[in-house]
């Protein structure tokens, strides 16, 4: 085996929360090494690849990437998100209710934008630094503490960090090397992505559709996302025979159910990709720190994609590490006063975001009668109590707590 050069911070993962973290280190001027079992190789700004999903990133969010200098060639793929309406036709009578940013003094609750092209633009500026080591086609084997310094075996050689950062995703072999266990939550479903061009104008409105879809009997949820122009991201959310049934229609039958499970409000639909699943198995980790590591993103928490909440928490996390951290001068990132600090100040706001989303994952997961009647007093409640309707809009924008520099408005 090399023995590989020493880094300051070891990120393992190089989804959009080890991009994001990587691009934050090396600006503050740590030295960081980023690993990856996969290529490391999305090309900037590109609409669709191999990821699928797409993101609705809230207001501090977006701040955080323009001081991170990736948001400028983000903007012109951004589509605002100004209103979500909620219709329920599993319930008697259905029920409809519309969530207005306006209401809150907001133009907008999000920008949605593909995966891939954040992936890409935080790749492209990580390009040609001197403080980043990029290792595709690689991965972290074992871990072991050695005081100062964590000692890190990967598939090519070992390397020393001061600090490892795990962001290696909801299955993270990494928070399972360092023995820190999750709580999770139900239920447990799958989520099937696909973009399309529709005839209409979706006029920045999010749909979200609860009722039967393919005649067996279950329901399911089926989401609609603005993309710029007369595109939409739709995700689809139900048990996993549901949503195999979906993944083995051809791309027409699809279009054709989406239409009217969305009551053809964006018109005539046409996918533009294939669809990809996602099994979403909400969880939190019980800690988020170990001596010399800490988890970020789904390795730290996995939330229903209901709220649009999973990345929004995740750069908060990344902000909150990074002031921590301080810059390079305070020379040692992995100190235990960083690594408690950061689980410290990151519990709250992720215990907020995963029972916030998992109290509305709740209310619409349907089966039982008794659940069903709760479902629906809480959603008329949530719709009919302005304050209350407004107070969650207004919590799902901001982090809960003190807000980190790269978040500050
Ligand atoms: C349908 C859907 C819609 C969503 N919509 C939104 C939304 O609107 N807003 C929002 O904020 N969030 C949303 N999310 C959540 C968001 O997409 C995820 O939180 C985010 O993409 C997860 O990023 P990540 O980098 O933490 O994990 P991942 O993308 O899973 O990346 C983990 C990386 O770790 C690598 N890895 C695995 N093992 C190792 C190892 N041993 N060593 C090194 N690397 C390893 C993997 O190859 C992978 O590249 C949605 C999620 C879904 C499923």
């Not at 170990?290 to 999973?310: D, F, K, N, S, T």
Request: charged share 20%; net charge positive.
């Amino acid at each position: 085996m090399t023995k590989l050069t020493d880094h300051d911070l070891l990120i393992a993962g190089a989804g959009a929360a080890g991009l994001t973290m990587a691009v934050a280190a090396v600006d503050a001027g740590w030295r960081v090494a980023l690993i990856d079992p996969g290529p490391m190789t999305a090309k900037p700004h590109e609409h669709s690849a191999g990821d699928a999903r797409t993101t609705a990133i809230m207001a501090s969010g977006i701040r955080m990437l323009e001081r991170l200098g990736v948001w400028d060639g983000l903007a012109g793929i951004s589509a605002p998100l100004r209103l979500l309406e909620l219709v329920d036709d599993s319930v008697r009578p259905p029920m409809r209710q519309r969530f207005d940013a306006s209401e809150i003094g907001q133009d907008w609750f999000a920008q949605n934008i593909p995966n891939d092209a954040l992936k890409g633009a935080l790749l492209a500026r990580l390009a040609g630094s001197d403080k980043i080591t990029m290792l595709p086609g690689n991965k972290v084997l074992s871990i072991s503490n050695r005081g100062d310094h964590m000692l890190v075996a990967t598939e090519t050689g070992r390397l020393t960090t001061r600090l490892l950062v795990a962001a290696d995703g909801h299955k993270s072999p990494c928070r399972q090397m360092l023995r820190l266990s999750v709580s999770a939550r139900t239920p447990r479903e799958t989520a099937l992505v696909f973009n399309t061009d529709h005839s209409l104008d979706h006029d920045g409105v999010s749909y979200e559709f609860h009722g039967p879809l393919t005649g067996n009997g279950k329901t399911a949820q089926v989401t609609t996302i603005p993309l710029p122009g007369k595109r939409s991201a739709i995700n689809v959310v139900g048990d996993q025979a549901t949503i195999s049934a979906i993944m083995d229609m051809d791309a027409a039958a699809r279009a054709t159910m989406v239409g009217q499970a969305t009551r053809q409000v964006l018109g005539t639909i046409t996918e533009t990709e294939a669809p990809k699943s996602f099994p979403i198995r909400p969880f939190t980790a019980r800690r988020l720190s170990a001596e010399r590591a800490v988890l970020i993103g789904e390795a730290a928490h996995a939330l229903p994609p209901i709220g649009a909440q999973g990345l929004n928490t995740t750069l908060a996390d990344i902000a909150v590490l990074i002031d921590l951290m301080g810059d390079a001068a305070n020379d040692d990132p992995g100190r235990q006063q960083v690594t408690d600090s950061y689980a410290r100040q990151r519990r709250a706001d992720i215990m907020a975001r995963s029972n916030a989303t998992g109290m509305l994952s709740d209310m619409v997961h349907r089966g039982n009668p008794l659940i069903d009647r709760l479902r629906r007093v809480g959603l008329q409640a949530i719709g009919n109590i302005g304050p209350l309707r407004r107070q969650l809009m207004a919590r799902g924008m901001e982090p809960v707590g003190k807000v980190p520099p790269l978040m500050a408005k």
